[in-house]
């Protein structure tokens, strides 16, 4: 984490949001304006190569590691060569070298490896330029072409003084729609994986039902109705009365797939609402799957006072981070930074485990501070139904706040006991 955190603060310092390289490549053969930006014509497309380390510019521009085009203008960059040939479009070529865009040797490397070199030439190209941009990472033998696109405004308005009183509206503004879309984000996708998990059980008993036709050795379908109550008293219900279980099982299958198209829906959705600019192909995807990820682990694992208190603010605090540090530079370093706060999740998730869930497995199981078969987690709700018990809360539930044992009085967790009892 520290390692990583380092990194990604050397790198945003030297290349995100200024032009080290280009201008001194391009020196005073080109026209300045004010803002000591480079003037490009709106006929002309600037080719550049990235040369691997130590290669020599001029002789070894052919065998660029990344290729790129870049133009002001949408349609050159789209028309196709022979077109662009007869019209006498201009062209410039430039090379560039890893040493120009750092004088390290390991940055140098980490660069490459990291493939931090699209982030590094999209932040030259738009402060050398300060104009909209359109630029291609022209596509290699085993390399995707990439398109990124950018408005003059989005880079002026990453210019000037970080405490002018604007820019500082601005940034609290990005603070509290980042914890927007954090808490959405987090929500939406913890609503589908509850209910993915409450709907997925209803898989396996089909094959339960077969196999109890055919006389196959399976598990007994009363051990499975006891496992899933909520779809287990439901059979058990159909199959006392003689009644079909196939319109109950098609109509939990039918739900789990709307949902699931649901979610997928609401992910394309959420992805051209909040991630309107350019972003490195497939970090969106990368960071839903972190939510996820985030959201199963802390169902499973997140039982305990401590870690239900640590965990989810911790891990919040840094994708809350995350969101705002992508939202406000042009482009930074974003896969850095989502490797990052993996980095961080993952350690909060081993330290909850290691000094809350490890410490619980050692207490006296009957307390109700301990987690157990009759009280998986450590926090406590009402119970407004005592259906609850077979078909399970329903979804809103998961957004009812949670209280600990020591806020409850002792007769009202005496019921956690009794249950707890009858189960052994």
Not at 32 to 59: C, F, K, M, W
Not at 97 to 117: D, H, K, R
Request: hydrophobic share 45%; proline share 6%.
């Amino acid at each position: 984490v520290v390692f990583l955190s380092v990194l990604l603060a050397w790198t945003h310092w030297e290349h995100v949001g200024r032009a080290r390289c280009l201008p001194t490549l391009l020196g005073s053969d080109w026209n300045r304006t004010e803002q000591r930006s480079v003037v490009l014509p709106d006929d002309l497309q600037v080719n550049l190569a990235v040369v691997n380390p130590g290669a020599d510019p001029a002789s070894n521009a052919s065998k660029a590691a990344v290729r790129y085009r870049f133009t002001s203008t949408k349609e050159l960059l789209t028309l196709p060569q022979e077109i662009r040939a007869n019209h006498s479009f201009q062209e410039v070529n430039i090379t560039v070298t890893p040493e120009c865009l750092s004088s390290s040797t390991v940055m140098q490397q980490l660069m490459i490896g990291l493939g931090a070199i699209d982030a590094i030439v999209v932040n030259e190209l738009a402060y050398t330029f300060v104009c909209r941009g359109y630029l291609e990472r022209v596509s290699m033998p085993g390399s995707p072409s990439e398109i990124w696109l950018w408005g003059k405004e989005d880079v002026v308005s990453t210019l000037g003084s970080n405490f002018a009183p604007a820019k500082i509206v601005w940034k609290v503004g990005l603070i509290f729609r980042s914890i927007t879309v954090w808490g959405v984000t987090s929500c939406i996708t913890g609503c589908f994986i509850r209910v993915a998990i409450t709907c997925a059980a209803v898989l396996v008993f089909p094959f339960a039902l077969l196999a109890h036709r055919c006389g196959v050795p399976f598990v007994p379908l009363h051990l499975l109705c006891q496992s899933y109550p909520w779809i287990g008293s439901q059979i058990d219900a159909l199959r006392r009365n003689n009644a079909p279980t196939a319109p109950l099982l098609q109509a939990l299958l039918i739900f789990l797939a709307i949902q699931s198209f649901s979610y997928v829906s609401c992910n394309l959705t959420w992805r051209l609402m909040v991630y309107r600019k350019s972003a490195p192909e497939g970090y969106e995807e990368s960071l839903f799957s972190l939510v996820s990820g985030l959201e199963l682990f802390s169902l499973v694992f997140m039982r305990t006072e401590g870690s239900i208190v640590v965990f989810p603010r911790a891990v919040s605090v840094a994708l809350v981070a995350l969101h705002f540090y992508v939202s406000v530079t042009l482009y930074p370093f974003a896969f850095l930074a989502l490797w990052t706060t993996q980095a961080w999740c993952c350690y909060v998730g081993v330290y909850c485990l290691n000094h809350f869930e490890d410490e619980a497995l050692r207490t006296n199981p009957h307390r109700p501070e301990t987690p157990c078969m009759a009280h998986p987690r450590a926090s406590y709700m009402p119970r407004f139904s005592n259906s609850w018990s077979l078909q399970g809360p329903p979804l809103w539930t998961m957004f009812y706040p949670v209280t600990f044992a020591w806020q409850w009085r002792p007769e009202a967790l005496r019921w956690i006991g009794d249950e707890e009892y009858a189960m052994l």
